[in-house]
């Protein structure tokens, strides 16, 4: 969650996040942990190769990109 806070963080894939903070799967597990307890991590997209998930703060989303995404989450 500290790296997608950092000052200049936008929306990121899965694979962005694992291969910024570790790309295993206790990475996979926490983002979903985060997803599961509602306390301000956000995921946009349907999943797969067309529509992967994005992964974003809530205030992030909430501010700079509620124009551009359509913010569509899924918990």
């Known amino acids: 969650m500290k790296w997608l806070s950092r000052p200049k963080a936008g929306p990121a894939t899965e694979t962005a996040i694992r291969a910024a903070v570790g790309d295993n799967a206790v990475t996979s597990k926490a ?11 956000r995921r946009a997209g349907t999943g797969g190769r067309p529509d ?13 990109f509620a124009l551009e995404w359509e913010c569509q989450f899924q918990n």
Do not use: D, N, S
Not at 31 to 41: E, I, N, S, Y
Not at 52 to 64: F, G, K
């Open 52 to 64: 992967p998930y994005v992964y974003m703060v809530r205030e992030i989303c909430a501010t700079q």
């Open 31 to 41: 983002l979903r942990w985060l997803l599961k307890q509602k306390r301000g991590l």
